[in-house]
């Protein structure tokens, strides 16, 4: 073989070496395109992070809203209810002797004479989409639970009336052992059918309370303790009622975040 045609053979294979070269870089752009790809699974997740906050929000913030039938007492609000929880008397408890519910009544009154019994009064005013027979009567519909946040479909019967519940916020065993003693019967009657001191709620969430104070028992929601103690409160000062220390301690660390 001549010198040129070794020469030749060298350029031929350096010829080659190169296209192998280009051959792999074509082969190198081709899939270059494919790097962004995982950026396209970035929208398939875009969904789940849209559908978490409106599944949440019925269950918390939503339901917390629409639970409170009453607006949220504002930090004034609050103020002026420690001021007044500060003018009650702090005694310890009085003795449950002779207590029983029919030294309130017997049966619901029409404390407002507007020819329907409290129970009736409250219904028609704390739930919605109402139902009724005659001018009183509630037959169904919705109650947004204040001290659950649950809401709950009320269809009066003998089986399903005790679903939806009318609480004595200031249970009145609770009041006979802080003062109601001393009131007359004219005044217990009208505590136990004070609108002041009623509240359609939950049904077995009202059993748990029984006849717990401030210091014992809470409502569930705590979006609504704010207006929960408040309400005991007023009621405590409209009828001379005392609160005991472990109480009045309980109220005012729910009115120091309201």
């Known amino acids: 073989m001549t010198h040129s045609s070794r020469r030749l053979?060298?350029?031929?294979?350096?010829?080659?070496?190169?296209?192998?070269?280009?051959?792999?870089?074509?082969?190198?752009s081709t899939t270059a395109p494919d790097a962004p790809a995982p950026a396209t699974d970035s929208p398939s997740t875009a969904p789940s992070d849209?559908?978490?906050?409106?599944?949440?929000?019925?269950?918390?913030?939503?339901d917390a809203a629409i639970a409170s039938a009453e607006p949220q007492p504002s930090a004034a609000d609050a103020q002026a209810a420690l001021q007044t929880l500060a003018s009650l008397p702090v005694k310890g408890r009085a003795p449950k002797t002779g207590y029983a519910r029919s030294e309130f009544g017997k049966g619901w009154r029409d404390p407002d004479r507007n020819g329907c019994d409290a129970r009736n009064d409250v219904l028609a005013r704390d739930l919605v989409a109402v139902q009724l027979r005659g001018p009183c009567t509630v037959l169904s519909g919705t109650l947004h639970d204040p001290y659950t946040g649950g809401t709950i479909a009320f269809v009066r019967g003998d089986k399903t009336s005790q679903a939806v519940q009318i609480d004595h916020v200031v249970a009145l065993s609770d009041a006979w052992q802080k003062g109601a003693q001393q009131l007359s019967a004219d005044q217990r009657l009208e505590l136990a059918n004070d609108p002041r001191n009623l509240l359609a709620v939950d049904g077995p969430t009202n059993t748990r309370k029984g006849d717990g104070d401030a210091a014992t028992w809470l409502p569930p929601n705590r979006s609504f303790r704010c207006s929960y103690v408040s309400r005991q409160i007023v009621v405590k000062s409209a009828y001379s009622l005392w609160v005991t220390q472990a109480e009045a301690e309980a109220m005012r660390h729910v009115l120091s975040s309201c």
């Open 50 to 62: 849209d559908v978490l906050p409106t599944d949440e929000a019925p269950g918390s913030t939503g």
């Open 9 to 28: 053979q060298r350029l031929l294979g350096v010829l080659a070496a190169l296209g192998v070269c280009l051959g792999l870089c074509v082969g190198c």
